[in-house]
């Protein structure tokens, strides 16, 4: 081959070689910048619940460099707490982060995604909602709304309530004004109560003005922050209402179906990821707040006897036989929730719970 040959052919191929470097390294065509409206059922900036929200939000836009950015507005900046669902239903904005349970007059279904009376702890819900069959009735109740629900958060077993009295008995609750929203209001209004449905927001000034005598909330770490031991001396555990209560993202379904399963992934991840973050928190942080209520506070532990609980019990029977002659799909949600409390609770009890009553015994905890 003559060497001038040689080299026309060796350009060549080398044009080649970069035209293909160029096109495989190239990246993808630029996807178009996606800007969301969230809202939120949380105060701005409050710990856990409202900066768990928000972590979220910003996690997407740093998962994308920006590509997608969430505008985040809390409780009041857009809309009310409570009106959050119907902002994104309605096409308004494109996702709130809240709790299912808030939205059971919708649909008393919509509670079962949040946390209901006698139900299942963080670790049983996420099993129940990714392997139980959890998540396909919650698509095709949220469906109906024009919605689409993934899991966002949970603050693990919740506190019974803050008291003015002393609770001895089921009737101790007769005529009782009680914060409490979800099935566990239902329950309490069986045994005689009064329960009101009011956001993180306006609790304490209700509490402290006497318009309710009595609230639940979260946990030592959240209740300490909500200051309720300046309007109520007793704290009751364990809450029977909200054993493992798992916040939600809910997203216009219209708008979801919409974008790119990679962009679905993105988000999918991102909510799953504040799904362990925001459990992790209130696990690291209630202990510690709890002594300080007790130490620093004066608050007084009590732990609802026997007897109570039983007609906890009773109540939340009452209620649940309510609940499924509500539709097809709320007995079908009731269904799946019973049995994956039977196999998921059933192992519950032989792992975790047999390990850690043998571990406080040998440690005389």
């Known amino acids: 081959m003559q060497r001038r040959d040689f080299l026309k052919k060796g350009a060549t191929a080398g044009a080649g070689a970069v035209a293909a470097t160029s096109i495989i390294g190239a990246p993808a065509i630029a996807q178009e910048r996606i800007e969301i409206a969230m809202v939120s059922t949380w105060p701005r900036d409050f710990p856990g619940l409202g900066t768990g929200a928000q972590r979220f939000a910003e996690r997407v836009n740093a998962m994308t460099d920006g590509r997608i950015v969430i505008e985040y507005f809390a409780a009041g900046e857009r ?106 209001g239902d329950v309490i209004a069986k045994l005689g109560a009064s329960p009101v449905s009011l956001p993180g927001g306006q609790i304490y000034e209700n509490l402290v003005s006497g318009a309710i005598d009595a609230t639940e909330w979260v946990g030592p770490w959240n209740d300490e922050i909500m200051k309720f031991y300046e309007a109520a001396k007793y704290y009751y555990y364990p809450g029977m209402h909200e054993p493992g209560a798992m916040l939600a993202i809910g997203m216009n379904n219209d708008w979801w179906q919409g974008l790119s399963k990679s962009d679905q992934l993105i988000i999918e991840a991102a909510a799953s990821m504040e799904n362990e973050v925001m459990m992790s928190e209130y696990m690291a942080k209630n202990g510690a707040a709890l002594t300080r209520l007790i130490n620093d506070q004066g608050v007084e532990l009590r732990q609802f006897n026997d007897d109570v609980y039983d007609a906890f019990g009773r109540a939340s029977d009452e209620v649940y036989a309510e609940v499924v002659e509500h539709s097809d799909l709320a007995r079908r949600i009731h269904e799946s929730f019973l049995q994956a409390r039977t196999d998921i609770g059933g192992w519950t009890q032989l792992s975790d719970q047999a390990y850690v009553q043998q571990r406080n015994r040998v440690l005389g905890m």
């Open 79 to 184: 809309v009310g707490a409570f009106d959050s669902f119907d902002e994104v239903a309605s096409g308004n904005a494109q996702i709130y982060h809240g709790a299912e349970y808030y939205w059971k007059g919708k649909h008393p279904g919509f509670a079962y995604f949040t946390s209901v009376p006698f139900g299942l702890t963080a670790n049983e819900i996420n099993g129940w909602v990714r392997f139980g069959g959890g998540q396909e009735l919650w698509d095709e109740l949220a469906a109906d709304f024009g919605l689409k629900g993934l899991m966002c958060g949970n603050t693990g077993v919740q506190m019974g309530g803050w008291f003015n009295k002393e609770i001895n008995s089921a009737d101790d609750f007769k005529g009782l004004k009680m914060r409490m929203p979800g099935l566990g």
